[in-house]
C-alpha cells in the first residue's frame, strides 16, 4: 500500500528501530511509547484492520504472536509479563490503519485498559 505508513517502514523508505524481523513480520519501537518497553509487531503484507483479517492470513497472524513472544524474551519480559493489545478502529483507538500488535511492559499494567 503506497500511502502506508508501516509499509514504508517494512519498504525501509520511513526509518524505524527494528528489532525483530522474519519472513512475515517486522518488530520496531514505537515512536510515541506507552510503557518502558512498547513494542510494534506487524505483518509485512498490508492489512488494515482485523476486519480484514481472512483465513488465508492465518499463518501470517499466527506469525505476529510468535515475533512478540521472542521481543519479549529479548526484552526481558517474559517472566514479569506483559501485554499485547490490537486495536481495531477508530472507536478502539486504532491511528494507524496497518494491523499492529502493541507489546507494552515494563512497569504495572491496570486492567481495564481506559
Ligand atoms: P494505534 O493507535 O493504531 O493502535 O497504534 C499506532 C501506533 O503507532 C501508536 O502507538 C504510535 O505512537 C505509533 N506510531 C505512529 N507513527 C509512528 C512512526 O512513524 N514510527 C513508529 N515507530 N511508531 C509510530
Ligand atoms: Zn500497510
Sequence with gaps: M????FCKIVAGDVPA????????????????????????????EHISTVNEVEPSHE??????????????EDEGLAEAGYRLVMNCNEGAGQSVFHIHLHLLGGRRLGWPPG
Design 59 to 72: 499463518r501470517i497472524v499466527g506469525s505476529l504472536f510468535s515475533a512478540a513472544r521472542q521481543v519479549a
Design 2 to 5: 503506497a500511502d502506508c505508513l
Design 17 to 44: 528501530d527494528i528489532i525483530y524481523e522474519s519472513d512475515t513480520a517486522v518488530a520496531f519501537r514505537d515512536i510515541s511509547p506507552k510503557a518502558p518497553t512498547h513494542v510494534l509487531v506487524i505483518p509485512r
